[in-house]
């Protein structure tokens, strides 16, 4: 990026931020300041705080991940930066420069947190255990009633070509409805559910929803988006080990990472084939019983670390 596209970042960020005690860089542009989940994490658990916190992620230039800002600075990213999309300078500012470092890797040491992004998707951050129980319950627990669609793919891309085999392979059993900007054969989503993708779901009886790259830890909201949605996941990411204290394997169909799909295959024909056997399998709890203790678990050790910086 040149010096001139970089000043007029910086320029659009700032006024962004300029209204706000808690400040985004390098954030996604959905919501402002004292929307996003961090602020409203930290107006509940610290409503008297008048620290400023400046959060930095990876979505702009990288150059702008070299200023340390007034106040507190914490990084956060949900993207998956062990991939070649990220240099290597983006990859050692995520646990460097910065007073905290949060992403979805297990095993980073210092200044680290875990939070995956599947947390601030699903949960508010100004929830409750019992409230977290509840939720994790009903995520558990979905409603699947009667669901005369086979499949859905809701996404944007397909960089690594995984949602197309997928697709393309259960097309040989049943349509497959792709409702996101990739492969659209589907306006619905928009037309009929005002982009509501959990109420879109419950048409159906599966939802692809692979990763958009495979790291150990890096599981984002699409599992849990079928999960909660009362789909069978056909899902591949995390090495096929996504969050395993807080989903149950057994109610998720895995796509193999070495191409062969024949098993997963002739297991869905199995489902589509026997009503009776597609009911038992869809309505296997979802979660593990300890899923809503390791979530709030992560709002704990959020809560410790902020209180120790603030």
Known sequence: MNLLAIKREHLRQWRYNRYSQIKYYNFWRDERPEEMWFSRFVMHHF??????INFTSVL?????MNDRHYGVNIFYTGENMHTDHFSAHQKRYQTQ????????????????LRLPLWVMWHFPPNATHEQIDTLCHDMSHPTIGERHKFCALVCSHDQNGLRKQIMSSLEKIGHVDSAGHYCQNTDSLLTEFADDKPRFLQQ???NICPENSDHTGYVTEKIFDALKSGCIPIYSGSNNNPEPEV?????VLF???DNNSQELMDQIRNLENSHETYLHFAHQPRLNPQAS???????NLLHNKLKELL
């Not at 409503?47 to 400023?52: E, M």
């Not at 702009?60 to 702008?64: A, F, K, N, S």
């Not at 420069?97 to 680290?112: K, R």
Request: with cysteine.
């Open 47 to 52: 409503p008297d705080c008048k620290q400023r």
């Open 97 to 112: 420069h910065y007073d905290l470092s949060i992403g979805f890797d297990y095993d980073n040491p210092g200044n680290y």
């Open 247 to 251: 989903i149950n394997h057994n109610a």
């Open 60 to 64: 702009g230039p990288v150059e702008l």
């Open 255 to 257: 796509w193999s990472t």
């Open 204 to 206: 159906y009886r599966y």
């Open 293 to 299: 203790d390791v979530v709030w678990e992560y709002y």
